[in-house]
């Protein structure tokens, strides 16, 4: 599992709250990826992050947003859940060797 | 915009039978990665091809890439029940782009 994992695990919550998802790696990885995968779209990446308090956007970044404090975490925030985005969210790191990315366990967040 | 396109979508094999998956991208990409995705879990590295050409086989499993043409393929020799699963192609232009992914159902 490449030293990754996430939480919480499952998630319900309430249209309009905050939800924050947690990415921890023990390997020291400099990229960190946030995606997630909805029936019939595959994969899609929501933000990943190159360095310490360096983020970029992916292709479905709008209602999330992303830090980075420390190597080992990598949060994932949305600030007024929506329906849209129930989901499964992946964490994932990226190897040095062959730019292999390596996913967490996954996060199931349901919004009401 | 990058697209990549796997087909089929959904693929009911019978046990012993081979078959291929296809794997179709839009851009220049000198990196491919197929991964497996059982019900419920997360995503499993299989294969990763560096260059045209590349070639790499894991028991049932063999992965190719033809960059000239954009195209990837995953065969599958001899099918057996255990390898029903959900498998994604990805490449990386900069950025990963997955594909929709082929739910593959084995039958005895």
């Known amino acids: 599992d490449a030293g990754i994992t996430q939480s919480p695990r499952h998630k319900v919550t309430e249209t309009g709250t905050p939800v924050t998802l947690r990415c921890h790696q023990t390997?020291?990885?400099?990229?960190m990826y946030w995606y997630r995968q909805d029936p019939g779209h595959g994969l899609r990446l929501i933000h990943y992050?190159?360095?310490?308090?360096?983020?970029d956007k992916g292709e479905v970044s709008d209602g999330y947003s992303v830090s980075r404090s420390k190597t080992e975490d990598f949060l994932l925030t949305l600030e007024s859940a929506t329906s849209s985005q129930t989901s499964v969210y992946f964490c994932?790191?990226?190897?040095?060797?062959?730019?292999?990315?390596?996913f967490g366990p996954g996060t199931r967040l349901t919004v009401t | 915009e990058l697209k990549v396109e796997q087909n089929p979508l959904f693929l009911s094999m019978q046990e012993g039978k081979n078959y291929t998956i296809y794997c179709n991208y839009s851009t220049t990409s000198d990196r491919l990665y197929w991964y497996r995705q059982d019900p419920g879990k997360s995503l499993e590295s299989l294969f990763v091809l560096l260059s045209n050409g590349a070639v790499k086989q894991e028991g049932r499993l063999m992965a190719s890439l033809d960059t000239k043409a954009r195209l990837s393929t995953l065969h599958i020799t001899a099918a057996v029940h255990d390898l029903s699963a959900t498998y994604f192609c990805?490449?990386?232009?900069?950025?990963?782009?997955f594909g929709q992914g082929t739910r593959l159902t084995i039958n005895p």
């Open positions: 994932a790191i990226r190897s040095v060797l062959e730019y292999e990315q390596y």
């Open positions: 990805a490449v990386v232009p900069q950025k990963l782009v």
């Open positions: 390997e020291n990885h400099r990229y």
């Open positions: 992050s190159y360095g310490v308090k360096d983020t």
